[in-house]
T-cell receptor
Framework: AQSVAQPEDQVNVAEGNPLTVKCTYS??????LFWYVQYPNRGLQFLLK??????LVKGSYGFEAEFNKSQTSFHLKKPSALVSDSALYFC????????????FGSGTKLNVKP | EAGVTQSPTHLIKTRGQQATLRCSPI?????VYWYQQALGLGLQFLLW???????NRGNFPPRFSGRQFPNYSSELNVNALELEDSALYLC??????????????FGPGTRLTVT
């Protein structure tokens, strides 16, 4: 079975500090991993994905994520947080045998304080 | 390029009624997905349509149904509404199977409130 876990409901960080939003996955086979962001009262926006290749993936708005196979993790990172980064972040894994089925984590609320 | 659109933005219904939600995918996308985002429950996969056929459904009762039209737009119907159906319903689209590199693009959602 495929699944992702986001162990933190909420992450608080001061503006200008680095941020990390954690995600771990469980999947048989090679994972296809995604990060999405949801701003208040809006749909999800795609941030970045890992399919294969370099373990460090760069995405939109200065975000990046590091794929770690031994720790089955795909943490989202940004070197310097902005207040405007405050939003709900979802990690997702694509089904291995059913490519069109996405499994989303429960979401992590990121609060960036000025 | 226009994004995924959904209508209506908000929908208020009473228990026992039926709700119809609509979604138009990005041009060129043939797959449409429906998700339910209830408070505190994250995103729950509802349905996947591709080329007019229902390809997969999540763990929801049969009163959640839908269809996909020849122009790839889609409709989600919820019959016999219950209070716990109150949620944000998100539609997403992507290229179809075989394009496993393709991410899903989401619409802004329809907020359904059941009273």
């Amino acid at each position: 079975a495929q699944s992702v876990a986001q162990p933190e409901d909420q992450v608080n960080v001061a503006e200008g500090n680095p941020l990390t939003v954690k995600c771990t996955y469980s999947v048989s086979g090679n994972p296809y991993l995604f990060w999405y962001v949801q701003y208040p009262n809006r749909g999800l926006q795609f941030l970045l994905k890992y399919i294969t290749g370099d373990n460090l993936v760069k995405g939109s708005y200065g975000f990046e994520a590091e794929f770690n196979k031994s720790q089955t993790s795909f943490h989202l990172k940004k070197p310097s947080a902005l207040v405007s980064d405050s939003a709900l972040y979802f990690c997702a894994v694509r089904g291995v045998y059913n490519f069109n089925k996405f499994y989303f984590g429960s979401g992590t609320k990121l609060n960036v304080k000025p | 390029e226009a994004g995924v659109t959904q209508s209506p933005t908000h929908l208020i219904k009473t228990r026992g009624q039926q709700a119809t939600l609509r979604c138009s995918p990005i041009s060129g996308h043939t797959s449409v997905y429906w998700y339910q985002q209830a408070l505190g429950l994250g995103l729950q996969f509802l349905l996947w349509y591709d080329e007019g056929e229902e390809r997969n459904r999540g763990n929801f009762p049969p009163r959640f149904s839908g269809r996909q039209f020849p122009n790839y737009s889609s409709e989600l119907n919820v019959n016999a509404l219950e209070l716990e159906d109150s949620a944000l319903y998100l539609c997403a689209s992507s290229h179809s199977e075989g394009g496993f590199l393709y991410e899903q693009y989401f619409g802004p959602g329809t907020r359904l409130t059941v009273t």
